[in-house]
């Protein structure tokens, strides 16, 4: 740390050091953040309850992969950002090989090669690049001048391209999404000049043809075309849209009530427990619930945002935005699709959809802005 | 990492980062924007399109098909009963691989092409995307258990039980209870709205019979109840249900042993027997020869067992007895000899010299009496019953050409000859009693007195079907009253009431030398019957008759065994018993039997033994009293062979598969215009 960093700012008041602050200080928690996130992990439990159909075993499972998450988060929040700084090249190059890895002896399931697998443990290294993805940019444009030089920009980019493409190959549109924001918003957050960033949008449009051509698979262009005309192809493609649609749009202002909806639990919705979830939802909860997650969902990224700000240097300051802002299209684009906005890629509902890594990574990254967030006081509560 | 840090300017950086951050809470806020507008827009604005869609995802309403009413006979034996039947089904959604699921149902259960073909055309017209599609019908208890064992792999394959017709006499009753089968496309193309709900869930139908005609009552009505289903279209709970009612019983005239005793008097013979009771005119038994399994028929028979009755050369598919036609032959003579009484053409007494033909004044053309080829003579001295026992052709003759058409016809329409007696079956033919007027459209020619003296044997145009002789012989037993034939005794326990067609008044007189006459058939001496009352304990009256099936040119002689089976002679015989207060009548006709067999009466007399007295025989058993007969039914041929030859051989030309056309054809021959 340079010298002026911390006596930039004095604690405002002595409030700052009333005995809970000082437990939080030690362990480094937000409790703003981590009340959030309770709150949502609890509506997330009682929604998969009803979705899974009452099933005691998911519930069990959910419980569990909760309970690694929160320990990932806490664990998190102990390292030092510098440490986290200086071991994101290593996070990213482990995290490339085995990407590279899965493309080779992956494991795979429903035509995708998603999974390696050491002995009996299977894990997706993608889950790995969502973490590694911001740090490492973040890292990067840290210790240059900002707003980046083009040399850096292409660099960067470059950092982005590789782990991105990587995902893509596997094929998993959804990850590759979220990895790619994760670096990009970095690069955006650092200052790339709006000139570079029109002429990103522009290229973008472009591009738009031949990837569609040649990098989209069958299943990809036929999610899109789908969503275009759902109705298309009601028993075959449009069948999940169609469904959701219903059950969101049949749950009203009020919902018809817990463990009520007739579309999830007559199985008419597919996947009502993992991506689709959201449907369940609104379908039991109507638009009151569905505001009140996406108010809770604004507030923790709002959060977020703050400790962005209040970030001490610039790489906590890029990296606590990153997460936020992946966290936030994590929502958009889940909810998005649900509702037949967006096409179906593969993004759960952070918190509420079932599944584990995805659990365990997003709470990791909050960890990481819970380390941010308490650097400042790390460094004061050290002084004393 | 420190030589950059001299570069740069942190606050800055810190500006750049906060303009930034505002413009992304800027794009975030307006994107949730968006995304709440987008749910509100769902939940609120198309709010009921999508809780309507919902519903109908939902709730369905399943018609429960009722149970079909069960048909018994007159004693209480069911003879149509309902069994369950365990369907299987697909519910073909976009979860199922249909491929696969059929290559493993191949290896669990026994599906044919037939199965398949049927499977995928029914795929075709399927209307709701998860209404189950059958696949193959009356699964074994193996099978139901190898499915079992399988469901985990056989997602959207189902089990259904349902109730099917089941027949457990086969084809005994075939030409009378009928058989049900699927409802086919042509049947559900012309259904009203109304058959529409009602047969909802109910895929029979009666097709022929008591199940055709009485299908109405049979059926029952449908129920329904509305159930809410899952995606797969499982059933998950019944939310409203309305109870089907079952369809009603019918109870039959029919006895099944009288049925089976008639079976087995026919032997397997081609033909058919009906014998109705002369005081209300049920039906209680009737036989058309050859039959067919019924139960073929009920869940959808297979192309080939159709093809293999329908090309049959028995026509086993034929009700003979009430869409065969045939001559009448000589049993026609009981009838004309009341004519003659009643309308004064003869009377008891008079006598006429038979010498073995009839001549019309100023024609040479012979009508020979059976005699004459048999004997080489006539009757010689000839009164009304006599020529009855004996069954006198020139008599006959003489009498029939005296009365005339315009006379004999309007007599005959009274004992239901010409018309639909009725019965309550479907597809029942009405013969030809012919008349000037239905000779003069038919052939656009005129009568001619020839075909006076044809009537008169009961050849030329006369086609009857089997049960009209029996209606006629009815009629006579019960003086004058004309019942109509009903096989159904009750529905739910209602009874039928009798129904009188027709009633002629006859002096009983009149009535009393006819019954002489047919009594002598059976019982006299020189009658053309005597065979078969001999050892009866009551008085039978009866008539023979032949019918014969190619006409013979003028003086050849009739050598049976020179023709075609097809176009040997018919034997006939109508009959009542007892004859002091006649119970049952009877009509039996073999077809193109020709004398070879035992005859027609010996199966009448086998129905009386059972029907008056209660005595039922084996197949091939001979009836005891019959000195010369001892075991099978080839050895009854010469005891009969010889008494009755009933031969009225005009040069007519009847095709006998006439019958099996819907427009008769009438032929005119040379032989008796020349006689003009």
Redesign the interface.
Not at chain 1, 188 to 191: E, I, L, R, S
Not at chain 1, 245 to 253: D, Q, V
């Given at each position: 740390m340079?010298g002026h960093d911390f006596l930039r700012r004095m604690p405002e008041s002595g409030a700052g050091f009333s005995r809970r602050d000082r437990f939080a200080q030690r362990f480094h928690i937000d409790y703003m953040l981590l009340f959030l996130l309770l709150a949502i992990s609890g509506a997330g439990m009682v929604v998969l309850y009803s979705a899974s159909g009452n099933s005691i075993e998911t519930m069990h499972k959910q419980g569990i992969f909760f309970l690694i998450a929160y320990g990932a988060m806490f664990v998190m929040a102990q390292v030092p950002v510098d440490f986290m700084r200086r071991a994101a090249p290593w996070l990213y190059s482990l995290g490339v090989v085995f990407l590279a890895l899965v493309l080779v002896m992956g494991i795979g399931a429903k035509g995708a090669q998603r999974w390696l697998g050491v002995g009996s443990i299977r894990f997706q290294p993608s889950e790995i690049m969502k973490l590694a993805m911001p740090l490492a940019v973040a890292a990067f444009l840290s210790?240059?001048?900002?707003?980046p030089r083009l040399l850096h920009i292409v660099l960067t980019l470059l950092l982005i391209a590789v782990p991105t493409a990587l995902i893509i190959k596997q094929p998993d549109l959804g990850t590759a999404i979220l990895v790619l924001v994760s670096g990009m918003?970095v690069l955006?957050?650092?200052?790339l000049q709006w000139w570079y960033i029109a002429a990103v949008v522009a290229a973008f449009g472009a591009s738009l043809y031949p990837v569609w051509h040649f990098m989209l698979h069958d299943y990809q262009q036929k999610r899109i075309l789908m969503l275009l005309n759902p109705e298309s192809d009601p028993?075959?493609a449009g069948?999940n849209i169609i469904?959701s649609?219903?059950?969101?749009?049949?749950?009203?202002?009020h919902g018809k009530g817990w463990l009520e909806g007739?579309?999830s639990r007559?199985?008419?919705l597919p996947e009502g427990h993992t991506d689709f979830i959201i449907a369940v939802m609104?379908?039991e909860f109507?638009?009151i619930g569905?505001?009140l997650l996406?108010t809770a969902y604004?507030l923790v990224?709002a959060r977020s945002?703050h400790i962005?700000?209040n970030a001490q240097?610039?790489f906590g300051?890029?990296l606590a935005?990153s997460i936020a802002?992946t966290f936030?299209v994590y929502v958009?684009v889940n909810?998005?699709m649900v509702?037949g906005?967006l096409p179906v890629v593969g993004v759960p509902l952070p918190f509420v959809s079932q599944g584990g890594t995805a659990i365990v990574v997003l709470m990791a990254g909050f960890g990481i802005l819970m380390a941010i967030a308490t650097e400042q006081k790390r460094i004061m509560s050290s002084q004393k | 990492m420190f030589e950059n840090q001299q570069f740069k300017d942190h606050l800055k950086e810190a500006e750049v980062f906060k303009v930034r951050l505002g413009v992304m809470i800027g794009l975030m806020l307006m994107l949730f924007g968006v995304l709440i507008y987008r749910y509100y827009d769902l939940q609120i604005v198309n709010y009921l399109n999508y809780v309507t869609q919902s519903e109908h995802n939902r709730v369905h309403v399943e018609p429960i098909p009722p149970t079909r009413g069960l048909i018994y006979d007159t004693n209480g034996e069911i003879l149509a009963d309902n069994r369950p039947s365990y369907t299987l089904s697909i519910i073909v959604n976009k979860n199922t691989d249909l491929e696969v699921t059929l290559a493993l149902l191949k290896t669990l259960v026994d599906i044919t092409p037939a199965d398949l073909e049927k499977f995928y055309k029914l795929k075709k017209q399927q209307i709701h995307p998860l209404e189950p599609i059958p696949l193959h019908y009356q699964l074994t208890e193996d099978e139901i258990a190898r499915l079992a064992v399988n469901e985990y792999r056989l997602d959207g394959v189902q089990v259904d039980a349902e109730l099917v017709r089941d027949y457990p006499y086969g084809e005994l009753f075939a030409h009378t209870v009928g058989y049900v089968s699927r409802i086919n496309e042509t049947e559900l193309a012309q259904f009203t709205e109304e058959q529409l709900r009602r047969y909802s869930g109910t895929y029979a139908i009666g097709k022929i019979g008591i199940e055709s005609r009485y299908e109405s009552d049979l059926l029952g009505e449908v129920g329904s109840q509305n159930v809410e289903t899952n995606a797969r279209g499982r059933v998950q709970r019944v939310l409203t249900r309305i109870d089907p009612k079952q369809g009603k019983n019918v109870t039959l005239n029919l006895d099944l042993k009288l049925q089976q005793q008639v079976v087995n008097a026919l032997a397997g013979r081609r033909g058919s027997a009906v014998a109705l009771n002369v005081k209300t005119g049920g039906v209680l038994a009737a036989v058309s020869n050859p039959g067919f399994d019924p139960n073929l028929f009920v869940t959808g028979i297979s192309f080939n067992d159709y093809k293999a009755l329908n090309e049959s050369t028995e026509t086993p598919l034929i009700n003979r007895f009430i869409q065969g036609q045939f001559p009448s032959g000589s049993t026609i003579k009981p009838m004309l000899a009341l004519a003659g009484l009643h309308l004064g053409f003869t009377d008891v007494n008079r006598t006429i010299s038979d010498p073995g033909y009839f001549m019309l004044p100023g024609s040479t053309h012979m009508y020979r009496d059976w005699t004459l080829s048999k004997q080489g003579g006539g009757h010689g001295s000839v009164n009304l019953k006599r020529a009855i026992a004996e069954s006198c052709d020139t008599y006959f003759y003489e009498l029939a050409w005296r009365m005339g058409v315009d006379n004999i016809h309007p007599f005959g329409a009274h004992f239901g000859l010409g018309a639909r007696t009725g019965i309550d079956i479907p597809n029942e033919r009405a013969g030809i009693w012919p008349s000037r007027d239905w000779k003069r459209i038919k052939t656009k020619l005129p009568w001619y007195p020839g075909d006076n003296v044809n009537i008169g044997i009961g050849q030329g145009f006369v086609l009857l079907t089997p049960l009209q002789l029996a209606v006629m012989v009815s009629t006579i037993a019960s003086r004058g009253d004309r019942f109509r034939p009903q096989l159904v005794k009750a529905v739910d326990g209602v009874v039928k009431a009798p129904i009188i067609d027709d009633h002629i008044d006859i002096k009983k007189e009149h009535w009393d030398a006819v019954f002489e006459g047919m009594q002598e058939v059976v019982h006299g001496a020189r009658g053309t019957g005597k065979a078969f009352g001999v050892g009866a304990d009551y008085l039978i009256a009866g008539k023979t008759g032949t019918a014969q099936v190619v006409g013979i040119a003028q003086g050849e002689k009739y050598n049976a065994s020179g023709l075609n089976a097809v176009h040997r002679d018919h034997v006939l015989f109508i009959g009542f018993a007892p004859v002091d207060n006649p119970q049952i009548a009877v009509a039996v006709i073999l077809e193109n039997d020709d004398h070879k067999t035992g005859h027609a009466g010996l199966v009448a007399r086998a129905i009386f033994d059972a029907y008056l007295r209660g005595i039922y025989r084996a197949e091939g058993e001979a009836i005891n009293a019959v000195p010369t007969n001892n075991a099978a039914p080839g050895k009854l041929q010469k005891a009969i062979s010889d008494p009755e030859a009933d031969g009225a051989y005009e040069s007519d030309t009847y095709d006998d598969s006439a019958y099996l056309q819907d427009d008769v054809k009438v032929p005119v021959e040379d032989s008796v215009r020349s006689n003009e």
């Open positions: 340079s210790r240059q001048v900002l707003p918003v955006f957050y650092a200052g028993l075959g069948w469904q649609k219903t059950a969101i749009g049949s749950g009203g202002l007739t579309q007559l199985d008419f609104s379908e109507g638009l569905v505001v996406i604004i990224i945002m962005a700000l240097e610039t300051r890029l935005a802002t936030f958009f909810m998005g509702a906005m | -």
